[in-house]
């Protein structure tokens, strides 16, 4: 079990520039999350795959970002025309589907973003 | 909609005190609810879980109990160490089935433990 990967763990960009992130989740995990902290903050939810379908999207994900998981194994995310707001830490999370439980989610380090 | 709400830090501790971390929940039926650890320059840990009313989960002398009649998910641990000194983020996911699955996350709170 390797954990999940998240590459950068930074990047420095300018306002208007776009940006992208992928995320590398456990190997057997079906299910993957983008979520975004910024500080002082607990992670805000921004979107969810279940293999390779995006089931669900936050209304925080405007349409500046997307996300995608064509092989249903890594993702990336990425940021258009970025702005200093998109300025956070993007982390990405796991879980396997079992049944009908809600098995944890496995977080990976996150890539944090500044905007100069 | 779902949320989750965690006493302010930081809280400040001698080594061996009591610690107590408050958490209350408003969500739709009955959530799965954890707690997350994160350590200094590190990523979000699962700490424990619970799934349904009146479970306990614990691990490394943690413990938290699902109480539905107050909405709680309180983590508390008889002893802390310097090591404990983190953030500590409750949360909750939605009903089986027919609940989102994403987590929501409270603010944290900031455990400092001082020798």
């Known amino acids: 079990d390797t954990g999940v990967s998240q590459d950068p763990r930074h990047k420095i960009t300018k306002r208007g520039q776009n940006v992208t992130f992928r995320c590398d989740p456990i190997s057997e995990h079906n299910r993957l999350y983008w979520y975004r902290q910024t500080l002082g903050q607990g992670p805000e939810f921004l979107t969810y795959f279940q293999n390779e379908a995006q089931l669900e999207k936050s209304r925080l994900l405007s349409d500046r970002f997307s996300a995608e998981r064509p092989k249903g194994s890594f993702s990336t995310l990425e940021i258009q025309r970025t702005e200093q707001g998109d300025s956070a830490m993007y982390l990405c999370a796991s879980s396997a589907l079992t049944g009908h439980s809600n098995q944890p989610q496995h977080f990976g380090d996150g890539t944090r973003l500044s905007i100069l | 909609g779902d949320s989750v709400t965690q006493m302010e830090g930081p809280v400040t501790l001698s080594e061996e005190a009591f610690l107590t971390i408050n958490c209350t929940y408003t969500?739709?039926?009955?959530?799965?609810l954890f707690w997350y650890v994160q350590y200094p320059g590190e990523g979000l840990q699962l700490l424990l879980k619970a799934t349904k009313a009146d479970d306990k989960g614990s691990n490394k002398g943690f413990e938290a109990t699902y109480r539905k009649e107050t909405t709680s998910f309180h983590l508390e641990k008889g002893s802390v160490q310097v090591s404990d000194s983190a953030v500590y983020f409750c949360?909750?996911?939605?009903?089986?089935?027919?609940?989102?699955?994403?987590?929501?996350f409270g603010s944290g709170t900031r455990l400092q433990v001082q020798p």
């Open positions: 949360a909750l996911s939605g009903v089986q089935d027919t609940g989102r699955r994403a987590l929501t």
């Open positions: 969500a739709t039926g009955y959530p799965s």
